[in-house]
């Protein structure tokens, strides 16, 4: 088993920036890739980036140039850094090894 969990969410003004944490435990050796999800108010959950075990990364066209994953192995910890942050990436944010745990999730409030 997998656990997962989230952290870092909150409120932020249009163009700041927000960085969320992913913390992995348990069967960690089974983990190939952690991706990042989000879930808007009344919308389905969307991919936004991911990690492989390798470090190869991918984006969410919307979020390329703004956002950065990242992976430290020593901590279990996949990072998110969200950066020049818009109203539309209001949502709660969520972990994943490739679909299979999930974490609880984070919310990320962006105002305008």
């Known amino acids: 088993q997998v656990q997962l969990v989230e952290s870092g969410g909150g409120l932020v003004q249009a163009g700041g920036s927000l960085r969320l944490s992913c913390v992995a435990s348990?069967?960690?050796?089974?983990?190939?890739?952690i991706l990042w999800y989000h879930q808007g108010p009344g919308k389905q959950r969307e991919f936004v980036a991911t990690?492989?075990?390798?470090?190869?990364?991918n984006y969410r066209s919307s979020v390329k140039g703004r956002f950065t994953i990242s992976r430290d192995n020593a901590k279990n910890t996949v990072s998110l850094q969200m950066n020049s942050l818009k109203v539309e990436d209001t949502a709660v944010y969520y972990c994943?090894?490739?679909?299979?745990?999930w974490g609880q999730g984070t919310q990320v409030t962006v105002s305008s």
């Open positions: 994943s090894d490739s679909g299979i745990h």
């Open positions: 348990g069967n960690i050796r089974s983990i190939n890739a």
């Open positions: 990690i492989t075990s390798s470090g190869g990364t």
